[in-house]
């Protein structure tokens, strides 16, 4: 299977927005549910959100309000909308088959106060 791609990313200041994207092959993508996770210098990588094939959304608690998280089944494709940019959402954001073990190379969030 190859691996997810991200884009997206980019550097902005606090209050900004952006919408990531992730594009994943149909073996990865169908009939699964899809999850962002994101990994700050330093620190462990966190899932922060994820989208059951019937669109049902799960977020973080510390997201929660600021990320939409959505997904396009004809593209294989799922998407994060970031809001409200925060300089801790600072981090290279992946997305993932929530049970399946292939990572992408992710894409970089980087938020300056």
């Known amino acids: 299977q190859v691996q997810p791609v991200e884009s997206g990313g980019g550097s902005v200041q606090a209050g900004g927005s952006l919408r990531l994207s992730c594009t994943a092959s149909g073996g990865i993508f169908s009939m699964n549910t899809m999850a962002w996770y994101r990994q700050a210098p330093g620190k462990q990588r966190e899932l922060v959100a994820s989208?059951?094939?019937?669109?049902?959304?799960t977020y973080a608690d510390s997201v929660k309000g600021r990320f939409t998280i959505s997904r396009d089944n004809a593209k294989n494709t799922v998407f994060l909308q970031i809001n409200s940019l925060k300089p801790d959402d600072t981090a290279v954001y992946y997305c993932?088959?929530?049970?399946?073990?292939?990572w992408g190379k992710g894409t970089q969030v980087t938020v300056s106060s």
């Open positions: 993932k088959n929530l049970q399946g073990t292939i």
């Open positions: 989208i059951t094939t019937y669109n049902s959304p």
